[in-house]
């Protein structure tokens, strides 16, 4: 069965989606807010990316000992759908390692959609359940943190029947 990304939206959402979906249009409607993907294809751009990141909002929590991309995540979670690559602690000592996995989907799609999941768990370093002081983080660091993640379902919906808005983007 398809994995339903927009479970958690209402009905109302549910069927401007299908009806924009019927018409063809989401592609567009992803392009005119996203008109092009990143340049952040390899591991070391990934940590750049998110040290960045880190920098600017969180800079005294822990240290991040790793970030990279990984085509094992899957994103298919269906409760919240994007924290199957959540921030992992390693081991049970006292000196954990934080490592950010990101789906290796994100390698080539609009920045914002990778911003706004390197936002989602940068904030697991401080909240690590999905409460409301963790979203508060998240749109401290990302405003527009909601929007995107309807928008990055989307993308990820259409991406699971091969509807790639971005496909003829060359990579140079
Ligand atoms: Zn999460």
């Known amino acids: 069965m398809a994995t339903d990304y927009l479970a958690h939206y209402s009905e109302e959402v549910r069927a401007k989606v299908t009806a924009l979906h019927q018409q063809g249009l989401l592609p567009q409607f992803l392009l005119k807010?996203?008109?092009?993907?990143?340049?952040?294809?390899?591991?070391?751009?990934?940590?750049?990316?998110?040290?960045?990141?880190?920098?600017?909002?969180?800079k005294k929590s822990a240290p991040l000992a790793k970030v990279c991309f990984d085509d094992k995540i899957t994103l298919s979670h269906q409760a919240l759908g994007l924290h199957t690559y959540a921030a992992r602690r390693q081991g049970n000592k006292v000196k954990t390692k934080n490592e950010i996995r990101i789906s290796s989907r994100l390698k080539r799609?609009?920045?914002?959609?990778?911003?706004?999941?390197?936002?989602?768990?940068?904030?697991?370093?401080?909240?690590?359940?999905?409460?409301?002081?963790?979203?508060?983080l998240c749109c401290h660091m990302e405003p527009e943190y909601h929007q995107l993640e309807f928008e990055l379902r989307v993308y990820l919906m259409?991406?699971?029947?091969?509807?790639?808005?971005?496909?003829?983007?060359?990579?140079?």
């Not at 807010?33 to 751009?45: F, L, Y």
């Not at 609009?110 to 768990?121: G, K, Q, S």
């Open 33 to 58: 807010r996203h008109p092009e993907v990143h340049q952040i294809r390899s591991d070391r751009a990934l940590y750049d990316f998110t040290v960045a990141l880190k920098n600017s909002y969180l």
């Open 158 to 172: 259409l991406a699971d029947e091969g509807i790639d808005p971005y496909q003829g983007e060359l990579s140079s």
């Open 109 to 136: 799609a609009p920045e914002a959609f990778l911003r706004m999941l390197v936002v989602h768990e940068l904030a697991h370093l401080k909240e690590k359940d999905h409460n409301k002081s963790f979203y508060q």
